[in-house]
């Protein structure tokens, strides 16, 4: 029998224990799958003539495609502006005491979401067949709707009045959210009713209408592909005008599909900023930016610490 | 005390009471919460109204600034009647605004302070200043500073209402009413919402104010509070005052069963 003069270390101290982390092969299996049915897609994509990505380069920065992108953003501009303006009337509306009031509003409302936005876009473009002219019951008043009516003030008109009736239930549900407390404290400030709504009540249901207007924003730029039935040149009746003289259907539809991709993602970006904008004093601290998080990581990993170095 | 403070509360100069509640009804529904309320408060007076939930007492310091509309009697608050014109023996209910005027000589807190939380301490306090009363930013800024730090919040005026405790936005609560420089304070239960350990904070700052003279009715249920401080204790129940005066007499020596029994229950 040999002595041991060095008996074999056995883990005792809490240092000796380390953790070996799950495999999770699915995680890996499901990764893989994916990864692979996206090459797949991109190859398709990429290989496939039909598409025709030399068209695509080439009418990509076509003028009168910039130009309809012009025509697309100046409609979805000036629709949500009315649409939020107006809105904010109809929310106000709503809620007020008089009910002839509150049923008028309700009405708008069921009327302009009971239709289809196309059909009010065609009732718009017709409406001088409607009303050969116009005169608000005012005498001396009398325009010819013919004049007036053009493709691109139907369009203003149809969606404008139509998004309306959408941003009213949003802003409803945002000044519905801020809690009653807070229009009594100002009452009791002495705040009247108009001030109380401006300063108190709206800049709090921001908090609640930012998000879905947001997403209506986005929506309306993709809705203003409609009025190319109306003949408004934005960006689809662009890209229709072009293909309809080449022939080159599917490429043109992808530029303008490129293009409303783009905006919409440029978009997507300033909901962000402007949701963390009307946080404010919502929440303790605010989260940081992806810019922030960004900065924050290669701040605290020095590169050459990176391989899951201890201190 | 602060001479902010003490420019704050109204100076006593007619004889005539700052609050008069007479008869006053008040119904939710078919239910009856104030069942022909008289109360008086004397200008300069602490009051403080105590009494089980659903006796009425918060209802009846709602309907001082007309927060509650009521169904019968008349609220005198500094000589007029609160929510109406009186002409004859016809009470002409008040357009919203002019409701609004009437309201700046009141001050009110609170049970869960209701400060605007998109708004930092500073522009909470200066915010009526500058739309009611029109003062100048500079103005108003000065004074709600001199306020914050009479409250002892003066480090705070940059923080939103969210980063203070509950004892700290009640005193912030406190100032913004004192910002209107109002004749009378009204305080709904002021520390029912607090943790226990900041009450005392809160309790502090209006021991302080009733030092400088304003008028104040608080609906409480610090019973130190109210045997410390207040001039009058008024006991109510099931819509009736029940008992009062002063303060040591009616928690000290209750005459009525339905205080004793209350007080027990408190304690």
Not at chain 1, 203 to 222: D, F, Y
Not at chain 2, 46 to 51: K, N, Y
Not at chain 2, 124 to 134: A, G
Request: with cysteine; net charge positive; charged share 20%.
């Amino acid at each position: 029998m040999t002595l041991m003069t060095e008996p074999k270390k056995t883990a005792t101290t809490a240092d000796d224990f380390s953790i070996v982390k799950a495999r999770h092969p699915g995680r890996w299996i499901s990764a893989a799958v994916i990864v692979f049915l996206g090459l797949l897609l991109a190859r398709s994509v990429v290989t496939n003539p039909n598409f025709g990505w030399e068209t695509v380069g080439m009418y990509i920065r076509d003028i009168s495609i910039v130009r309809g992108i012009g025509i697309t953003l100046q409609l979805t501009a000036i629709c949500m502006a009315i649409g939020i303006v107006l809105g904010v009337v109809l929310a106000v509306m709503r809620i007020s005491a008089n009910p002839v009031v509150r049923t008028a509003a309700f009405a708008y409302v069921n009327f302009f979401r009971g239709t289809p936005v196309l059909v009010q876009l065609l009732f718009w473009y017709n409406l001088a067949a409607l009303y050969p002219s116009i005169t608000f019951g005012i005498p001396g008043v009398d325009l010819d709707a013919n004049r007036i009516i053009t493709p691109m003030t139907a369009a203003i008109l149809g969606l404008g009045l139509n998004q309306a009736a959408y941003m009213s239930e949003i802003v409803r549900a945002g000044i519905l959210s801020v809690e009653n407390g807070q229009s009594e404290a100002a009452g009791a400030l002495g705040i009247n009713r108009l001030q109380t709504m401006r300063r108190i009540i709206l800049p709090q249901a921001m908090r609640v209408i930012i998000p879905p207007t947001g997403n209506e924003t986005i929506g309306m730029l993709k809705t203003t592909a409609l009025v190319s039935v109306i003949s408004v040149p934005e960006l689809l009746y662009s890209a229709q005008i072009i293909y309809a003289r080449n022939f080159e259907t599917i490429p043109l539809l992808m530029v303008a599909s490129i293009w409303y991709i783009v905006v919409t993602s440029i978009l997507s970006v300033g909901q962000y900023y402007l949701e963390r904008h009307y946080a404010k004093g919502g929440q303790r601290s605010l989260p940081a930016t992806p810019w922030q998080q960004l900065k924050r990581f290669v701040r605290v990993h020095d590169p050459l610490t990176l391989k899951g170095a201890k201190k | 005390m602060s001479a902010t403070m003490m420019e704050a509360s109204a100076a006593a100069k007619t004889l005539e009471p700052m609050i008069k509640a007479d008869a006053i009804r008040k119904d939710y529904g078919r239910l009856q919460v104030l069942k022909g309320i008289d109360l008086q408060v004397e200008r300069g007076e602490v009051v403080c109204l105590i009494g089980p939930s659903g006796s009425g007492k918060s209802t009846l310091l709602r309907c001082i600034n007309h927060l509650e509309t009521i169904e019968g009697g008349r609220m005198w608050v500094d000589g007029s009647v609160m929510g109406y014109d009186l002409k004859g023996t016809k009470l002409h209910e008040q357009s919203h605004s002019k409701v609004c005027r009437s309201r700046i000589e009141i001050g009110m807190v609170f049970q869960h302070f209701n400060l605007f939380p998109h708004m930092t301490v500073l522009e909470n306090l200066i915010e009526s200043p500058r739309l009611v009363l029109k003062e100048k930013r500079s103005t108003a800024t000065a004074r709600a500073l001199e306020l914050l730090d009479s409250v002892g919040l003066a480090d705070k005026a940059k923080a939103y209402p969210r980063q203070l405790s509950g004892g700290q936005q009640q005193r912030v609560a406190i100032a913004r009413a004192l910002c209107m420089r109002p004749k009378v304070m009204l305080f709904d239960e002021p520390t029912s919402a607090l943790d226990p350990e900041l009450v005392g904070e809160v309790l502090k700052v209006m021991k302080d104010l009733a030092a400088t003279g304003m008028t104040m009715v608080v609906v409480t249920h610090e019973m130190n509070f109210a045997r410390d401080v207040a001039d009058r204790v008024v006991f109510m129940a099931d819509g009736h005052v029940v008992e009062q005066g002063p303060a040591k007499d009616v928690i000290g020596n209750p005459q009525h069963e339905r205080t004793r029994a209350f007080l027990a229950s408190v304690r």
